[in-house]
Every structure is written in C-alpha cells, then in structure tokens.
C-alpha cells in the first residue's frame, strides 16, 4: 500500500512559478514510477509530467514542455513537479500518481495504481 500526499499548489499570477511536492508512504517508493496529472473542470485528467522509477527517463505533455520539470528523491520518497511560466490555462487540479513498474515511465491513468488527494492550482491572467 502506498499513500501519496500532494502539496504545493495555490493563487499565483501568469508568468509566475509553483512547486508541488508529492510525499509517498511505504518502503518501496523506488519501485514506482510517478507521474503528475492535471484535470480541469468539464475536461479529462490528463498527464503532464512522469519520471520512471530511475529518475533517467522522464514525459512530459507537449503543452508544459519547457515550463515543467518533473523530478524525484528516492531517499526522501518524494517527487516534485517545477511549474514555470505559468498560464491560466495550467489552472487545474493537479494529482500525484503512482504505478509499480521498473519498465516503463507512468503515463496513464487506467495504468496507476495510486493517487493522491489532489491540490488545486489557480493561475490568474
């Protein structure tokens, strides 16, 4: 079993920068890979970023590339998702996710095998 915990997320301007930390429960944090997904209202949960178990390979949506970084700590259990440039339309729920698999980078969410509450992030234009 695995908890994951999201935080981070709040009001920020266009063009300004969030840091979401998502701390997960459990001994085995290595054994998964992470991903971080968005949904806003009225659309799909969608993934923007996703870091494989090694932290060597990592995804990201096309519509964050550039802006997002996504990283972890293996010994801390963490993983992060650096948000820059903002954009109001980045405005959405952001979730951690995790799936136990050392082959393959989490982009999915029929894949997960975890999540996390969720915290919202707000961009105002």
């Known amino acids: 079993q695995v908890q994951l915990v999201e935080s981070g997320g709040g009001l920020v301007q266009a063009g300004g920068s969030l840091r979401l930390t998502c701390a997960a429960s459990g001994r085995t944090f290595s054994s998964y890979a992470m991903g971080w997904f968005r949904q806003a209202p009225g659309k799909e949960r969608e993934c923007v970023a996703a870091?494989?178990?090694?932290?060597?390979?990592?995804y990201y949506a096309d519509s964050v590339k550039g802006r997002f970084t996504i990283s972890r700590n293996n010994v801390k259990n963490t993983v992060y998702l650096q948000m820059n440039s903002l954009k109001p339309e980045d405005t959405a729920v952001y979730y951690c996710a995790a799936e136990l698999t050392k082959s393959k980078v989490l982009v999915t969410t029929t894949s997960a095998d975890y999540w996390g509450q969720g915290t919202q992030v707000t961009v105002s234009s």
């Open positions: 870091i494989k178990w090694s932290g060597v390979s990592t």
